[in-house]
């Protein structure tokens, strides 16, 4: 019959009430001193399938138990899922690796009702938190046992003794359920589970349960971190169009890359290698890499012409050469008018066109800024600046208030009366907020579109980030993140910034972020800048850097040799982008050899 004290229950022999005989016990000190063992081990041990071992193994030692199964309470808190069983009779070992691999169902907690699952002992057990003993499986009451009877005609196997123990994190709550199966004695015989060693066990399952807490903990603060930093990413790449999956793609080279120099065996990298922790955080610093970007200001991240602001003010500008088109064929009319000859004044007329136009095109041309423009260019220029037109509205009105502001208030009457101006103006009022955005100042900028100040502003987004990061507490093993991610605009020769580091100073990891975010930005498509440049095109380019110094060598030829460019080309890149590369000519050990 059964016995049941504080929930604890275990069967005596119904005909001579004497207790069966239970596996045999170790002595007390025994027991405390693996309990304490054991404790170490679990609060040192991190791998989720490990930890599970560790505890049913530890479990079964206690108890000399032929077998045993551990479940954990599922999120919602609605199942029972499986993740390890273990039976030395059967020679069986079962793990559950994860949603896909899952040799058994989970058992439900509750039926389609809604009313609790006391059916099975497990479910039981994890619905009330009690200890149940049970002496044989088959004349038991009070639970379902047709699954271990069906598993028992399928194998061939005796399930006779349960132990069934709740694992109970430090709020009480049940988290999981260790289940073992058959106490043995001496002789290898299957007897009863002994009471008495029930504290112990239970002692061992509040032990599980603080660890499979705190990994869960863990696990839950790293993927917090991990999904903070790449809602930065998403955000930052969502920021501009322009810009859009660099966040997102500068760790995929990245990781690339670094997994080449790890499967070096032969060459420079043969002796590096990433822990798991060092690849987390190479992988949180490539998302990290241009969070200081978020307070870079969209008109310089968005600038893809050099009169642009918000808008693009070369409509604006064609606007008054169109006013100065129909200015000289007002003036040709009035001579005509006036009595001069006809053909001269329509050949006239004809050649200030052709001027005008021509003098457009060249403004149009510069404001491009796909190509390096030289002197004689800016100085031509100045003189199309130069010409006047006339306007004849009031140009304070419509303005915002802080426009308003900028203009200069001894001049304001003047503003509102009909006036020349330039054609091409660098007004007082165009220079902001640290910005200069002069027409003609902004179209006499020698290569690309943004002004000195421009670049400045976009430089800093390393230096916010690096004082970003800075700020941020990182645990012991993450203390790289702020260099790794930092550092990505330094150049082997030190003429990068902002901190001007050499090679010297800098680890693989730094200056495979360097190479990353380089050959990201040269493959994008998405740059309203540029046209999207072929593989031998981007190679040829880094290639150079690396006979400047600019960038590592080594890695360089790496990234050719392993040929992760390709793999990722086939992969990220445009279908026209994925040209051949001849890597001989690129790679100075295929020269030497």
Known sequence: MADERNGVSYYQNETTGSKQVTAPRKADADHLAELVELGVALSAEQGREELNQKI????????????????????????LHFRIMVNDTLNTFFVSDGETDKPFPPLQLYDDQGA???????????????????????????????????????????????????LKNTSGAVIGVLQLINARDDAGNVVSFDPAIEPIINALASQAAVAIENRRLLVAQRDLMESFVRVLGHAIDAK????????????????????????????????????????????????????GKIVTPEHVMEKATKLETINNRIHEIRTRFEVL?????????????DGDDHHQCEADFARRVNELESQFAMVAGANIGDCELDTDTIYALHDIAAQKWTRHFDRTLGLSWAESERLCQDDISSLKEP??????????????????????????VPRGTLTSEERQVINDHVVVTQDMLAKLPYPRDLQGIPAIAGN??????????????????????????????????????????????????????????????????????????????????????????CDEVDIAQFCHSFTQG
């Open 56 to 79: 049913l193994m530890a479990a079964r030692t206690f108890t000399n138990a032929d077998g045993g199964s551990l479940y954990l309470v599922n999120r919602e808190e609605t199942e």
């Open 419 to 444: 006036a020349e101006e330039s054609l091409l103006m660098d007004r007082e009022d165009q220079q902001y907020n640290g910005f200069n955005q002069g027409e003609l100042y902004n179209l006499s």
């Open 240 to 291: 501009s169009p322009h810009t859009a999956g660099h966040c997102a793609r500068v760790p995929i080279i990245a990781r690339m890359l670094a997994q080449a120099a790890v499967d070096d065996n032969k060459g420079p990298f043969s002796s590096f290698d990433l822990t798991d922790r060092e690849w987390y955080e190479l992988d949180l610093a490539a998302w990290l890499h241009d969070c």
């Open 116 to 166: 609790p699952n006391h059916a099975n002992i497990a479910t039981y057990v994890a619905l009330t938190g009690n200890v149940i003993n049970i002496e044989d499986a088959y004349s038991a009451k009070g639970f379902d046992f047709s699954g271990t009877r069906a598993f028992d005609a399928k194998t061939g196997y005796r399930s006779r003794s349960f132990l069934t123990v709740p």
């Open 325 to 337: 088109r129909r200015d000289a064929e007002i003036e040709m009319l009035r001579r005509k008018l």
């Open 488 to 577: 990505h605009h330094e150049k082997m020769d030190g003429s990068g910034y902002p901190r001007g580091l050499t090679g010297d100073d800098m680890g693989i990891l730094e200056k495979v972020m360097v190479i990353a975010d380089i050959f990201e930005a040269l493959t994008a498509v998405d740059r309203p800048y540029k046209r999207p440049k072929p593989l031998s095109e981007c190679i040829s380019i880094l290639a150079d850097m690396r006979d400047k110094g600019q960038i590592d060598g080594d890695l360089f030829e790496l990234f050719l040799t392993s040929g992760m460019h390709q793999e990722y080309g086939r992969k990220y890149l445009r279908e026209d982008q």
